[in-house]
């Protein structure tokens, strides 16, 4: 699969970012039970997998038919089901699953209200749903995050669709933030030059190639430095936090009892 700097893929990922990725998932583990899960944007499934267990299914659910396909030849004989679907449509009956992730990906709606409104309809009167997404004042530039979110941004949206709703932060050490601090002042770099802010004046599609293609490029370079286990960041770095401020990571939000 084509690395973006989207999806996490290891060895090439950053290894903080896949680490923000497994400590997100592990999270929504430690607050649910057995049941019907159900991972919409699993990607190749190896953070969906995690969910696995004898009394529990899990169907991931990814945007790209290649990217599904990939997680049911990799995860399927675990027990894994995926299938391509939009995220805002999903094509599965209503009150279904007692458990519904969303890891980083509400972001990239840009009418993100269609994909909270079809997590409720999928989940079953007393379950629960989890919205992982990066706090809007601590990301990165980025073209495909089109919807970033504060608190009570998040709150409200969702509490739209769901009588109870609970905003968390998800943050990092101080190792995690100086990690993210590099990467800012790199991309930062980068960034500066473009002096006549072309980025923004380009169609869309042609700023998000570049982006795609500069992150590859960046990541090779600087993948003995950040990938591969050399930083030894890991999800143990990361933890919930009811301390929300402009520098926390990422926001983790638990929603139940779907309107």
């Known amino acids: 699969m084509k690395l973006t700097g989207e999806r996490p893929i290891e060895g090439q990922t950053p290894d903080s970012l896949l680490a923000l990725h497994a400590a997100g998932y592990r999270e929504v583990l430690a607050r649910i039970d057995d049941g019907q899960f159900l991972d919409v944007g699993c990607g190749l499934g ?7 267990g004898a009394e529990r299914s899990v169907v991931g659910i990814d945007y790209d038919p290649a990217t599904a396909a990939a ?12 299938a391509c679907m939009d995220g805002a449509r999903l ?7 007692d458990w519904v992730c969303s890891s ?7 009418a993100p209200e269609g994909h909270v409104a079809e997590i409720s309809r999928v989940l079953a009167p007393g379950g ?5 997404t990066p706090n809007a004042p601590a990301d ?5 995050h089109v919807h970033l979110f504060e608190p009570e941004q998040l709150r409200s949206m969702l509490g739209r669709h769901f ?3 609970e905003v968390l932060g998800l943050d990092g050490n101080a190792e995690v933030k100086a990690d993210f601090e590099k990467r800012r002042k790199t991309a930062n770099r980068l960034l500066a030059l473009d002096v006549f802010d072309l980025r923004h004046k380009l169609p869309e599609t042609w700023f998000v190639a570049l982006h795609a293609n500069a992150r590859r490029i960046i990541y090779k370079l600087m993948g003995d430095k950040w990938s591969g286990g050399n930083t030894g960041i890991d999800d143990s770095a990361f933890a919930i936090t009811e301390a929300i401020d402009r520098s ?3 926001l983790f939000a638990v929603a139940r009892k779907p309107r």
């Open 46 to 52: 190896d953070g969906t997998a995690t969910f696995l």
């Open 71 to 82: 997680a049911v030849a990799t995860r399927g004989p675990a027990g894994l089901r995926a």
């Open 91 to 97: 094509g599965l009956k209503g009150a279904t699953f």
């Open 104 to 110: 980083h990906l509400i972001e990239h709606f840009v």
């Open 128 to 132: 629960a749903a989890f919205f992982i």
């Open 140 to 144: 990165f530039e980025n073209p495909y």
């Open 163 to 165: 009588e109870d709703v």
């Open 248 to 250: 926390t990571l990422v």
